[in-house]
């Protein structure tokens, strides 16, 4: 998230380079500064002439530096955006990094390259990052969404509680283009001082506050077969807002965050546990040996093999689920 905040800073000092890389897995990034920048630069008047865009399979080289070297009509700046940058033929991009050794200054060009990082052997990078800014965005490792709800909820100016929070990273997981369109919705129907908790995450959003993954990795953590097996029974005949691949997915976060409590003591912050939790999670690590927790992350691991029908397995995931829980209450020393 450096490239990101450092990028962002500039744009609202109104700083802005003349040209943007934007590359890497996590598109929500991409997305997010070129919505900025559009919304600060092009004004509804000069949409038709100063905003240009283009994409990647079809656009060529010389037609993006053709556009950037004439100057705007009604605007300070031609905005050029260049979509599915990661469809275009490599072979324009010398002719790109050219340009931009000598770059227009009436012109700003945003190349949204999606879903991998942007070489940076490529002579367009090298020239990006001396005359533009590159922004290379890996999707948040789980520990990381906690501080990114937070700050985002900050800056929108939505009060939201631990739980809440909770049920988001369990139930959304680092999916942040969902967690922002829920966030923001949340703050439009919230009255203005009321604290977001869970019953509104069940009302708006449509995660039970009883029955989700938090509550799931709650209850096996703390011996409660019986919960455990009835929130079970709940996600599965929920299947399509409760996918098995976040179930799994969330269990082995939780499982995770145990080891490292276990093994880096009370320092949370590279956990990735809410600090209103740690309590809890504390409770649950004293029950669980390190190798107990190991056998428990190899049980998760080998049902999302299976959920993937990987060694022949063709159960319903209801089945699945119920085995796996089966087996994570009969772990031993």
């Given at each position: 998230?450096?490239?990101?905040?450092k990028i962002l800073s500039n744009i609202n000092?109104?700083?802005?380079?003349?040209?943007?890389?934007?590359?890497?897995?996590?598109?929500?990034?991409?997305?997010?500064?070129?919505?900025?920048?559009?919304?600060?630069?092009?004004?509804?008047?000069?949409?038709?002439?100063?905003?240009?865009?283009?994409?990647?399979?079809?656009?060529?080289?010389?037609?993006?530096?053709?556009?950037?070297?004439?100057?705007?009509?009604?605007?300070?700046?031609?905005?050029?955006?260049v979509k599915e940058a990661q469809k275009m033929?490599?072979?324009?991009?010398?002719?790109?990094?050219?340009?931009?050794?000598?770059?227009?200054?009436?012109?700003?060009?945003?190349?949204?390259?999606?879903?991998?990082?942007?070489?940076?052997?490529?002579?367009?990078?090298?020239?990006?990052?001396?005359?533009?800014?590159?922004?290379?965005?890996?999707?948040?490792?789980?520990?990381?969404?906690?501080?990114?709800?937070?700050?985002?909820?900050?800056?929108?100016?939505?009060?939201?509680?631990?739980?809440?929070?909770?049920l988001l990273i369990s139930n959304i997981g680092?999916?942040?283009?969902?967690?922002?369109?829920?966030?923001?919705?949340?703050?439009?129907?919230?009255?203005?001082?009321?604290?977001?908790?869970?019953?509104?995450?069940?009302?708006?959003?449509?995660?039970?506050?009883?029955?989700?993954?938090?509550?799931?990795?709650?209850?096996?953590?703390?011996?409660?077969?019986?919960?455990?097996?009835?929130?079970?029974?709940?996600?599965?005949?929920?299947?399509?807002?409760?996918?098995?691949?976040?179930?799994?997915?969330?269990?082995?976060?939780?499982?995770?965050?145990?080891?490292?409590?276990?093994?880096?003591?009370?320092?949370?912050?590279?956990?990735?546990?809410?600090?209103?939790?740690?309590?809890?999670?504390?409770?649950?690590?004293?029950?669980?040996?390190?190798?107990?927790?190991?056998?428990?992350?190899?049980?998760?691991?080998?049902?999302?093999?299976?959920?993937?029908?990987?060694?022949?397995?063709?159960?319903?995931?209801?089945?699945?689920?119920?085995?796996?829980?089966?087996?994570?209450?009969?772990?031993?020393?």
């Open positions: 998230m450096q490239d990101y905040n000092k109104e700083n802005y380079s003349p040209f943007y890389l934007l590359s890497g897995k996590e598109t929500y990034f991409i997305d997010s500064i070129s919505s900025i920048l559009i919304n600060k630069i092009v004004q509804e008047s000069s949409n038709e002439f100063d905003f240009i865009k283009f994409y990647g399979q079809e656009a060529s080289a010389s037609e993006i530096i053709e556009s950037a070297r004439r100057f705007p009509m009604l605007s300070k700046y031609n905005l050029i955006i033929r490599t072979t324009e991009y010398d002719f790109l990094a050219n340009y931009l050794s000598q770059p227009s200054d009436h012109s700003i060009i945003i190349f949204c390259y999606k879903y991998k990082e942007f070489d940076k052997r490529k002579k367009l990078y090298k020239n990006a990052k001396i005359y533009g800014e590159c922004g290379d965005f890996k999707s948040l490792h789980d520990n990381q969404v906690l501080n990114w709800i937070k700050s985002f909820a900050s800056s929108i100016r939505l009060d939201i509680s631990p739980h809440a929070i909770e680092n999916n942040l283009s969902r967690l922002d369109r829920e966030l923001k919705k949340l703050k439009i129907i919230v009255s203005e001082g009321e604290i977001v908790n869970q019953e509104h995450i069940e009302k708006y959003i449509g995660i039970s506050k009883d029955f989700n993954t938090f509550e799931l990795q709650s209850a096996i953590g703390l011996g409660y077969f019986s919960k455990a097996f009835q929130i079970v029974k709940f996600l599965s005949n929920n299947s399509k807002e409760n996918p098995i691949v976040l179930i799994l997915g969330s269990l082995h976060t939780y499982f995770q965050k145990l080891i490292l409590l276990k093994t880096v003591g009370n320092d949370i912050s590279r956990v990735g546990i809410n600090p209103y939790f740690i309590e809890e999670y504390k409770r649950v690590s004293e029950r669980f040996s390190v190798k107990q927790i190991s056998q428990a992350l190899e049980y998760i691991l080998e049902a999302d093999l299976k959920s993937k029908g990987i060694g022949g397995y063709n159960k319903k995931d209801e089945t699945l689920l119920e085995e796996l829980i089966l087996k994570l209450f009969s772990i031993k020393n």
